[in-house]
């Protein structure tokens, strides 16, 4: 992702494509609170559905997550020279 043109992203996915179309089409980039948190780090983070958004928005009001069955993972950031952010998540079902 473009760190100064968030709409200019990559997916890379192995969930629906479904997802993915709406994930761009809404541009849910600039409202995850797993992406907002990987801009602003430069380690790898923990996190589940209790993550919120500015402190203020927990994920599940943010996404549905329960359709897709995932609640939390772990996120690997990568930022490189040219202002870009790359992220590999791994999630999971906490259940």
Request: net charge negative; aromatic share 14%; with cysteine.
């Amino acid at each position: 992702m473009d760190k100064r043109n968030t709409d200019n992203i990559l997916i890379v996915t192995d969930l629906t494509d479904d997802f993915a179309s709406t994930y761009l089409e809404n541009k849910y980039q600039n409202i995850d609170p797993v992406v907002v948190t990987g801009l602003n780090r430069f380690t790898s983070f923990v996190w589940d559905d209790n993550i919120k958004l500015n402190s203020h928005w927990p994920m599940d009001k943010v996404f549905i997550l329960k359709t897709y069955s995932f609640l939390c993972g772990h996120t690997f950031v990568l930022h490189d020279n040219y202002n870009n952010l790359a992220m590999l998540t791994l999630y999971y079902d906490k259940v």
